[in-house]
Each structure stands twice: as C-alpha cells, then as structure tokens.
C-alpha cells in the first residue's frame, strides 16, 4: 500500500469517503449554529464528467424543535433497477426555498446559467425548474408552501444563481 505524501489530495472514493466523515464532523457545530454546510467535488473519468454533493441544514422546524435536512446534488445517482451508479446528463442544481412575509423566493445554483436559459412548469405547489445552456442541462422538481401561479413568477440571474420570487 502506498503512503499519502503530505498536501496531497485522496482521489476516488478514500476521497469521498474522508469528506463524508469530515462533514459528520461537523454535525454537531451546525446544530449549534443553525448554519449550513455544502460539501462537493467531480469525477472525472474519460469524457464523462459526474458532479456530486451534499447540501445540509440545520434549523428551527414548524414546531421550534431542531431540523436538519440532507438534500444531494449534482449528476450521480444510484439506478434503481440495477443499483449502479451511474452519471447522468441531466444535474440537479442545489436550491433553497425562503417562506417571506408577501412572497416565496426559490434560489438555485447554476452555473453557466442565464435567466433566457430557464423553463419553469408549476402543477399546484410543485414548481419544476429546467435549465440548459450548451453542455450545461439542470433539473430539479420543488415543493412550495403554496400554491403559484407562473404567470407571477419572476426570474432574475447573477452569476449562476438563479432567482425565482413567487407572488400570490
């Protein structure tokens, strides 16, 4: 077995494995805190590029006592039928829904993304949001607290952080 040489960075799943535990770690600061932690990186393996990751929140939930939620990211999952891993076309971008006083605020990370380059579809209180631009393909389904009406939705981008503010 070979020695790690010291600022060397693990590669493959030692890697993955020892930025899990880095972020259990840190579990119980975030409880404390109520803060959030986000943990990802890319594989790379011939001309297929995976994206991966976690996002964890911690917080105050309906009835005050403390929530975390641990939401996954990225294009790597798990085949349901055949239980392999596979790296799909499609990411699912991290997003953050904001409950405000007069409006809901939907905030999603894609980069290389621009406010010309997204679609949203609403059914209820599920918005989707689709996004492409070149090489760069995003999906992801989100629940609101309530029930929207597209027409009212407003989409406004900086740098890959798409912006949507829903209005009763």
Not at 55 to 75: A, Q
Not at 104 to 118: R, S
Not at 137 to 143: A, G, N, Q
Request: hydrophobic share 35%; aromatic share 6%.
């Amino acid at each position: 077995m070979t020695k790690k040489k010291a600022g060397e960075a693990e590669a493959g799943f030692g890697g993955i494995f020892k930025g899990l535990t880095d972020i259990i770690e840190k579990l119980g600061d975030l409880a404390e805190k109520g803060e959030r932690l986000k943990k990802s990186g890319e594989l790379h393996y011939k001309d297929v590029k995976g994206v991966y990751g976690f996002s964890f929140k911690v917080g105050l939930g309906d009835k005050g006592e403390k929530e975390i939620k641990v939401e996954p990211f990225g294009n790597i999952r798990r085949d349901e039928q055949s239980g392999e891993t596979v790296v799909q076309e499609i990411r699912e971008p991290v997003v953050d829904v904001f409950d405000e006083k007069d409006h809901t605020l939907v905030v999603a990370e894609m980069p290389g993304i621009g406010p010309k380059d997204v679609r949203l579809e609403v059914k209820d209180d599920l918005l989707t949001i689709y996004a492409e631009k070149k090489d760069k393909k995003y999906r992801k389904e989100v629940l609101l607290p309530r029930s929207y009406d597209l027409a009212k939705m407003k989409v406004s981008c900086n740098n890959g952080i798409i912006e949507i503010k829903c209005t009763p």
